[in-house]
């Protein structure tokens, strides 16, 4: 059974930065899509970044795309989000998100009925 831990969350400013970070525990993690979810208050989860096993392919959600970074570290069992350019709209749960099976693209991953295992989550708060 894989458990995903989130950590990095936190207050930030309007503008700064802030790296998530997930550790995996368990078997095959180097095998498995990734992701990066949101939830804010009142809101459904949504999709933010996914990235394929190799690295090779990465998917942005479009609120996102040239602020955030998704990344991923097979030997550490690790997948990170680099936020930079903060907006108060990033204000969320940040959740991590483990594909649902090793035939989950991270492509399409970005649908959250694909996410076979998700962390606690980690709260990221944007002041403006």
């Known amino acids: 059974q894989v458990q995903l831990v989130e950590s990095g969350g936190g207050l930030v400013q309007a503008g700064g930065s802030l790296r998530l970070s997930c550790a995996a525990s368990?078997?095959?993690?180097?095998?498995?899509?990734m992701g990066w979810f949101r939830q804010a208050p009142g809101k459904e989860r949504e999709f933010v970044a996914t990235?394929?096993?190799?690295?090779?392919?990465?998917y942005y959600a479009d609120s996102v795309k040239g602020r955030f970074a998704i990344s991923r570290d097979n030997a550490k069992n690790s997948v990170y989000l680099q936020m930079n350019g903060r907006k108060p709209e990033d204000t969320a749960v940040y959740y991590c998100?483990?594909?649902?099976?090793?035939?989950?693209?991270?492509?399409?991953?970005?649908?959250?009925?694909?996410?076979?295992?998700w962390g606690q989550g980690t709260q990221v708060t944007v002041s403006s």
């Open positions: 998100g483990k594909g649902k099976s090793l035939l989950t693209t991270s492509q399409n991953m970005r649908v959250t009925a694909n996410v076979g295992a």
């Open positions: 368990g078997h095959f993690f180097g095998s498995y899509a």
């Open positions: 990235i394929s096993w190799t690295s090779a392919d990465t």
